[in-house]
T-cell receptor, first 114, second 113 residues
């Protein structure tokens, strides 16, 4: 069966520091991968998605970037964090079957910026 | 702009009753519809998928889809306190190869013992 791993679970970072969040998927090949952010009491905001190695689509212009160096690895990064980057970051995957597939989420990383 | 609308709640339902959660969507060509449950502080968990008009039942959960009315609902029978959570509706796009889902902001459900 497929599993998704996301770490760390919680992170406290000062303003202006860099960020790297990692997500890996096991048990499937060539998954579609997604990064979402959920602000407290708010809905899911799609940040980036990827349909293959090196292929990144950005949904919202911001202080973040994403990379997919391997088939089942998705990384979210920032060079300098802002206070507004605080939130619950979620990685998700779906089967690559031409769309309309459910997404499955990792446990998330709760990021607090001080 | 594709939109998915949900009543934010909170929706309070007595234990043992039927909870009814509703969702409307704007893209008439949407082809896939999902319900996720999100407990406080946790990540969303897929509980139902529906692709065709009508009802789909899975245990205590029933998803209902009416594409003509652009409406999808989730019924939870015999509601339990463990059903207290935020329920997210998600809709898949109309175009082949569209890999994204549009999520509603969720309805917070509280089951009262």
């Amino acid at each position: 069966s497929q599993t998704i791993h996301q770490w760390p679970a919680t992170l406290v970072q000062p303003v202006g520091s860099p960020l790297s969040l990692e997500c890996t998927v096991e048990g499937t090949s060539n998954p579609n991968l997604y990064w979402y952010r959920q602000a407290a009491g708010r809905g899911l905001q799609l940040l980036f998605y990827s349909v293959g190695i090196g292929q990144i689509s950005s949904e919202v212009p911001q202080n973040l970037s994403a990379s997919r160096p391997q088939d089942r690895q998705f990384i979210l990064s920032s060079k300098k964090l802002l206070l507004s980057d605080s939130g619950f970051y979620l990685c998700a995957w779906s089967i690559d079957r031409g769309g309309n597939q459910p997404q499955h989420f990792g446990d998330g990383t709760r990021l607090s910026i001080l | 702009q594709k939109e998915v609308e949900q009543n934010s709640g909170p929706l309070s339902v007595p234990e043992g009753a039927i909870a009814s959660l509703n969702c409307t969507y704007s893209d008439r060509g949407s082809q896939s519809f999902f319900w996720y449950r999100q407990y406080s502080g946790k990540s969303p968990e897929l509980i139902m998928s529906i692709y065709s008009n009508g009802d789909k039942e899975d245990g205590r959960f029933t998803a209902q889809l009416n594409k003509a009315s652009q409406y999808v609902s989730l019924l939870i029978r015999d509601s339990q306190p463990s059903d207290s959570a935020t329920y997210l509706c998600a809709v898949g796009g109309a175009n082949f190869g569209n890999e994204k889902l549009t999520f509603g902001t969720g309805t917070r459900l509280t089951i009262i013992p």
